[in-house]
């Protein structure tokens, strides 16, 4: 897993200097929804709004640190350390606007 998901955190690391909602959505596409998609571990699904309640309402900080730190099943930055913070913090924005 972590093997297959290397290099897409290699080419995501040479548009870490600009982060915007795009890098959110394209983080999120090709590392968090692996788990995120349909639950894997006891993730909370993107677009699920029951899941995402109990969460949402922490602010949007703790939940970036969670996705940093890992919590639970979920590694640091999803297990792919050679993410910048900004993309993970990019990537947890992008989750929570389209979960509430
Ligand atoms: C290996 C599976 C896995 C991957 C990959 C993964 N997550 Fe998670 N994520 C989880 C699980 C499991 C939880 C629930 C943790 C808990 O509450 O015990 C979770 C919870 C979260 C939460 C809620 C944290 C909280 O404090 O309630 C956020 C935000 C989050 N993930 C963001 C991300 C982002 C952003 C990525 C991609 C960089 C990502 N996740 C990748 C498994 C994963």
């Known amino acids: 897993m972590k093997h297959l998901l ?47 309640a109990a969460r949402v309402p922490a602010g949007l900080e703790a939940l970036q640190q969670s996705a940093l730190r890992g919590k639970g099943g979920m590694p640091p930055k999803g297990g792919n350390p050679g993410l910048a913070d900004s993309q993970v913090k990019a990537a947890v924005e992008y989750m929570v606007s389209q979960s509430r």
Not at 9 to 35: E, P
Not at 38 to 51: N, W
């Open 6 to 52: 290397a290099p897409a955190g290699l080419a995501l690391l040479v548009v870490s200097t600009n982060v915007s909602a795009a890098d959110g959505k394209a983080v999120y596409t090709q590392i968090c929804r692996a788990c995120h998609a349909t639950g894997v571990a006891g993730a909370p699904i993107l677009g699920d709004r029951d899941a995402w």
